[in-house]
């Protein structure tokens, strides 16, 4: 039985690769491929444990030999082309009734020192200065019929705030969304978390690209009437 499941997730895994690996090289193709299974199915990201369960007829030092060097060669636009490709596989999904929703998020690698580029950021749950990478993730939602969501991911874009090419937090949300409208472009809804809300820059941009949105904002917040370009309290208009 356990052995059928595998073969059952491997096929759907593989079909996904496929499509998603579409334009790039069949090497790199084959890397995506064997990274994805096994880190859905072991949870394990050793080189040697990838060996032991990909049951290759060679020697584990040719194997994890290979799999370096493809790591290595796996550049920005082998990930750009997969990106976009995922987008494009999603697009169908997508309508005027959904919502699409952008998160910041933070992903703590405190046992990871050798990282490049982590930040140090106060853990307020620690109470201490911890290790982060940062990180914008978009996903639509549909609701059915029997009003259940279904999610859609459409992009996910790990970044750190120390790395040479940051130029802005602004800067990189605003690269997550332009991401993913120059594939999927039609008449839905933004939201965006409280976070979001004390960035005045995001509004221009939104309104710069039609696009129709929400934000979460606190109660603390003044906003400014279209009608007579007054400045009131948000509490006042709840």
């Known amino acids: 039985t356990e052995k059928l499941i595998n073969t059952k997730l491997k096929n759907k895994i593989s079909d996904f690769c496929v499509k998603v690996s579409e334009n790039i090289w069949k090497v790199e193709a084959k890397f995506t491929l064997d990274m994805i299974f096994w880190l859905i199915s072991w949870w394990n990201i050793l ?121 802005s937090e602004n800067h990189e949300s605003m690269k997550s969304i332009d991401d993913v409208i120059k594939i999927i472009w039609t008449v839905w809804i933004w939201i965006f978390d409280r976070w979001y809300d004390r960035l005045r820059w995001i509004i221009k941009e939104l309104l710069e690209r039609n696009i129709t949105f929400i934000i979460r904002a606190i109660w603390t917040r003044d906003v400014i009437r279209v009608k007579n370009d007054k400045k009131v309290k948000m509490k006042t208009l709840a």
Do not use: G
């Not at 987008?87 to 309508?95: R, V």
């Open 47 to 167: 080189l040697s444990e990838i060996w032991r369960n990909l049951k290759e007829k060679i020697n584990i030092k040719q194997t994890v030999k290979r799999l370096s060097k493809n790591l290595n060669n796996f550049n920005q636009d082998y990930l750009f082309e997969i990106k976009d490709n995922l987008l494009i596989q999603n697009k169908n999904e997508i309508n005027s009734e959904t919502v699409i929703s952008l998160d910041w998020w933070d992903i703590n690698k405190s046992w990871a020192l050798k990282m490049e580029n982590l930040k140090r950021i106060h853990d307020w749950s620690k109470w201490s200065l911890e290790l982060w990478y940062c990180l914008n993730s978009i996903v639509a939602t549909n609701i059915d019929k029997d009003w259940k969501p279904k999610n859609i991911p459409l992009n996910l874009n790990l970044y750190s705030t120390k790395s040479d090419e940051f130029t």
